[in-house]
Antibody, heavy 121, light 110 residues
Framework: EVQLLESGGGLVQPGGSLRLSCAASGFTFRSHAMSWVRQAPGKGPEWVSTIGGSGGSTYYADSVKGRFTISRDNSKNTLYLQMNSLRAEDTAVYYC??????????????WGQGALVTVSS | QSALTQPASVSGSPGQSITISCTGT?????????VSWYQQYPGKAPKLMIY???HRPSGISNRFSGSKSGNTASLTISGLQADDEADYYC??????????FGGGTKLTVL
């Protein structure tokens, strides 16, 4: 059974940093690109970032480019999102998401339970 | 990258069919057959209903179908049921970043 367990969310001041982790199990982690998708309160989902299976390819939404860094440790089956220079508009539930198959253009299929990030003074 | 355009709300009576549109550009919806649709209930993670424009994942009812014409993709739900009432989001591959979501459509079953 596919399981994705996010951790690391919390309250942070504007300009601060936070690192999210996502522990994955139940599938061959290294074979799949992985993504972060966020959802602000009362809003729709927003794609944030995707990383290829080997970690060699990374992609970012314009809204986070230069501030967020996605990475993975395939030896630990873990996905990360380092978030710097956080802004109030980054407040959201952050989901770790696994694609339907191993293609880079495969849409997210399995989602974690989400980690709440609140940026406020 | 701007969000794909969806109607804010649609409604229908039980048994009827409804269609939700998702409009983008040639750089996303119109240029690739990588449009997917999600259903989301309040407080829950999105659930994949359609992928690659027309394909249904295993376990998804054939009452849900997808199509595309030009820069607009559509999700059709036939034989509306009460538990179809939810938010629906499209997502498309885009050449500029990777993925872009639609703004979402609230479906009300009257």
């Amino acid at each position: 059974e596919v399981q994705l367990l996010e951790s690391g969310g919390g309250l942070v001041q504007p300009g601060g940093s936070l690192r999210l982790s996502c522990a994955a199990s139940g599938f061959t982690f290294r074979s799949h690109a992985m993504s972060w998708v966020r959802q602000a309160p009362g809003k729709g989902p927003e794609w944030v970032s995707t990383i290829g299976g080997s970690g060699g390819s990374t992609y970012y939404a314009d809204s986070v480019k230069g501030r967020f860094t996605i990475s993975r440790d395939n030896s630990k089956n873990t996905l990360y999102l380092q978030m710097n220079s956080l802004r109030a508009e980054d407040t959201a539930v952050y989901y770790c998401a696994k694609p339907k198959d191993t293609s880079m253009v495969s849409p997210p299929d399995y989602w974690g339970q989400g980690a709440l990030v609140t940026v406020s003074s | 990258q701007s969000a794909l355009t969806q109607p804010a709300s649609v409604s229908g009576s039980p048994g009827q069919s409804i269609t939700i549109s998702c409009t983008g550009t040639r750089s996303d919806v119109g240029g690739y057959n990588y449009v997917s649709w999600y259903q989301q209930y309040p407080g829950k993670a999105p659930k994949l209903m359609i992928y690659d424009v027309t394909h249904r994942p295993s376990g998804i009812s054939n009452r849900f179908s997808g199509s595309k014409s030009g820069n607009t993709a559509s999700l059709t739900i036939s034989g509306l049921q009460a538990d179809d009432e939810a938010d629906y989001y499209c997502i498309s591959y885009t050449s500029s970043t990777l993925w872009v979501f639609g703004g979402g459509t609230k479906l009300t079953v009257l």
